[in-house]
Every structure is written in structure tokens, then in C-alpha cells.
């Protein structure tokens, strides 16, 4: 059974930093594209990063410059890092893992808090 968990949210003051992990269980992990959204309080989730298997990264434009997704696959892990944090960063953030072509698959965590205080 696949489990991803994520760790590292927290509160924090505007322009400060987190790193954000999720270390996924099972054997997908090399296989998968990774990625990591939020969903602010009343909102959608949103995409916020992700990263694909060979490496090439995409990020919303909302945190370009900012933030850096990476993955480790021999720790089965991706990191968000997240810098000069703003109010509007402030939601759950979640973890990811997709298939790509077949099998088809679409893996969720739990979530992690991130909340950044003015």
C-alpha cells in the first residue's frame, strides 16, 4: 500500500523559510511525478510545484523564484523549499504522486499546515 506523509509545515513570519517533505512508502516513488499543492481556506487546491521523474520542474507563478521542488529517489522523498514567505502562502499543503502513462495512479497525504503571519 502506497503511503505518502509530508512534515515540515509550521507557523511562520512573512519572508521567513520551511522546507517541506514527504517521503512516500512503496515502490513508485522513481516512477512517479511528484508534485505539491495547497489549498488556502475557501479556496481550490492549487498546484504549486511538481517535478518529474527525469527532474524537470514547473511552478506556479505565484511562488516562481521562491520556492524549489527536488526529490531524493533513493530516499523516496520530495522537499519543497519555500522562501521569503508571504500571508498568501498560508494554507494545507499537500503531497502527490502520479502515474504517468499506464498504470494510471494518483496518490494523496494527509496535508501539512503552513501558516505565515504578517
Known amino acids: 500500500q502506497v503511503q505518502l506523509v509530508e512534515s515540515g509545515g509550521g507557523l511562520v513570519q512573512a519572508g521567513g523559510s520551511l522546507r517541506l517533505s514527504c517521503a512516500t512508502s512503496?515502490?513508485?516513488?522513481?516512477?512517479?511525478?511528484m508534485g505539491w499543492y495547497r489549498q488556502a481556506p475557501g479556496k481550490q487546491r492549487e498546484l504549486v510545484a511538481g517535478?518529474?521523474?527525469?527532474?524537470?520542474?514547473n511552478y506556479a507563478d505565484s511562488v516562481k523564484g521562491r520556492s524549489t521542488i527536488s526529490r531524493d529517489n533513493a530516499k523516496n522523498t520530495v522537499y519543497l523549499q519555500m522562501n521569503s514567505l508571504k500571508p498568501e502562502d498560508t494554507g494545507v499543503y499537500y503531497c502527490?504522486?502520479?502515474?504517468?502513462?499506464?498504470?494510471?495512479?494518483?496518490?494523496w497525504g494527509q496535508g501539512t499546515q503552513v501558516t505565515v503571519s504578517s
Open positions: 512503496g515502490s513508485i516513488f522513481s516512477a512517479s511525478t
Open positions: 517535478i518529474a521523474r527525469g527532474g524537470s520542474t
Open positions: 502527490n504522486a502520479r502515474g504517468v502513462g499506464a498504470p494510471w495512479y494518483d496518490y
